[in-house]
């Protein structure tokens, strides 16, 4: 992975829940290239089925790095710009202009990420939804599917840092 040893951006899962998740996020960051750091604890083995069956046959070239807390993954990039992705800021990703060393971090899928957290971040920002809660109040969506919103973030990264050729 990452054969022309060039930086790109990281994506970090925070205290991840759902092994189906994290597998499709382990299959997108192959894709893109990106390594995939996790943040522990997660709500789940690295035996699991689920996670195996959503990363398929990809898991083991995925670039994976485990971490014990934010702390020691924080003091591990201390040179990175780490961005917070969440469904609580109106800054939207369009705003950011991506460094090849940012840390893509999101937060778990019941909670999202900390106040804790996301206050040791340099960047706080969300995903436009025109058909989210926010515009639509009832009957708009309330957040998308961590994998799915990974998968919009760690695109639109890589596209705007020319990296997907």
């Known amino acids: ?12 899962l925070f205290e991840p829940r759902i092994p189906q998740n994290t597998g499709t996020i382990g299959r997108s960051c192959l894709a893109f290239n990106l390594s995939l750091d996790i943040i522990k604890p997660t ?15 990809y898991w083991d070239n995925v670039d994976l790095h485990l971490y014990e807390s934010f702390n020691e ?6 040179t990175s710009r780490i961005i917070a992705l969440t469904k609580k800021s109106d800054n939207m990703i369009s705003n950011i202009s991506f ?5 893509l971090l999101f937060g778990r899928e019941d909670t999202g ?20 809660e926010k515009q639509l109040k009832n ?7 961590l994998s799915v ?3 919009i973030v760690s695109y639109s990264a890589c596209l705007q840092l020319n990296l997907l050729t």
């Open 113 to 132: 990420l900390p106040d804790t957290i996301m206050s040791e971040c340099q960047i706080i920002a969300g995903i436009p939804m025109p058909g989210g």
């Open 99 to 103: 460094k090849n060393t940012d840390i």
């Open 73 to 78: 993954y924080k003091n591990q990039y201390s």
């Open 1 to 12: 992975m990452n054969s022309k040893k060039i930086h790109r951006p990281r994506v970090a």
């Open 43 to 57: 709500g789940f083995s690295f035996e699991d089925k689920y996670l195996r069956r959503a990363g398929l046959d």
């Open 149 to 151: 919103a990974c998968g």
């Open 139 to 145: 009957n708009g969506v309330r957040s998308l599917n």
